[in-house]
């Protein structure tokens, strides 16, 4: 079978989904890509009919495709905004998954490097391991900082830099309260419940603060925090750049990893890993070996904002005196649909006072590496989130997902804008240790 045959076979597989859309249109304003290209083929619904055009035999696998694939972020804000409700999500990494598979032998330089990143350090525990303490060092030891001033470094690189720097909290180093708490707060608390947290690969190696915060938190709020063994990356990465089985090979781990851990739930503070993993239980639709556990563990996975509104967020004494905005994570907002916790987790703390973010359902142009790999276009997209943001007089950008976080924190400290971007988490975890003191 030729490559655009196999492409042809696996989008056929899924045509029922393609035929869903009904190219009404309503999804051209939602899509980031298409209102700043104005490019029929860079929206949601020209990307369906160019994927129709590879199932029905018009179209082959070429650059052209490959093209319009690639430059798409999947932020997923069609699906929130398509009536017919195409998973385009789905069917976006079906195709990037064919794209790679036909490319195998010809991928452009890009390609082998993301191929190799991903498959043969993001799924090795150690090393990747190695290779975030070595960012972690190298970015508080002092050197990123002198070079990122000192204007040694320019273009891609600079961007890259400012990325990197951008995922230190500014609460790094200020916890006073560095284990869980021993004394629960609340004279009538609900039943201790047993739950493990997703460390993930980029939270723990380079949001080590939030992942603590989030730990603390849940103590807060009447959790036992227990151990889930050889858990491993979530696998979004590798979903999205259209690595399938890399991202199946780390999700059977996980799967195993988490169940066998006996928690109650499981406890998510990055979107992008949040949405994959609810989503595992479709990754293994079409295999009667793992297809029971994914949809037991999928069932389990929990945003860390969603899971203590389910549960009631015990109120800090402390208060945290900023003005904070809110941006909402793509893959929290649209894949999850997970909307107003977030904003309830920010508004239940004490002194913080909460100001909206025009077209904070807008991605920020991050989207993984899609920054460094599409930096024009990426910047563009960014720029008018930055615009909005200036507008809120915030000092404080809150929004719950590295990438997000990294690609506003970059963007601030490129353009000179004195806004902190932190995980909500953390703004919630102040104030508990401020009721601490």
Known sequence: MNTSNQLGAALAANSEKLLTCVHCGLCLPACPTYRVLGNENDSPRGRIYLMRGVVEGKLAI?????????????????????PSGVPYGH???????????AQKEHSP???????????????RPALLGAAMRFSKLFRDSGAARFLFNRGFIKGRLKFALAVLLSSRSPFAGKAKNKALPAQLPSTNPPAKMRVAVLRGCVMEGLFTEANRATE???????????????????????????????????????IEAFLESGCEAIIINSAGCGAAMKEYQEWFADDPEVVAKAQQFSAKVKD??????????????????????????CHLLHAQKIANPPLDLLKSIPGLTFTPLQGSEHCCGGAGIYNLQHPELSAEILATKLDNIKATG??????ANPGCIMQLGAGALLNGIKTDVIHPVELLDAAYQKSDD
């Open 62 to 82: 070429a650059k052209t495709f490959s093209k319009h694939i690639d430059l798409c972020l999947g932020c997923r804000a069609c699906e929130t905004a398509c």
């Open 109 to 123: 330089a890009i390609g082998r490097v993301v191929s190799f990143v991903l498959n043969q350090v993001f799924t």
């Open 91 to 101: 069917l976006l990494e079906t195709a990037r998954a064919e794209i790679v598979a």
């Open 216 to 254: 603390r938190v849940l103590a807060h709020n009447h959790c036992e925090v227990i151990e889930a063994k050889g858990q491993q990356c979530c696998g979004a990465l590798h979903a999205h750049a259209g690595h399938l089985e890399g991202a199946k090979q780390l999700a059977r781990h996980n």
């Open 394 to 399: 915030a000092d404080t950008l809150a929004t």
């Open 304 to 329: 860390i904002s969603e899971f203590l509104v389910e549960r009631g967020i015990t109120p800090p004494a402390g208060s945290v005196n900023r003005r904070v905005t809110y941006d909402a994570p």
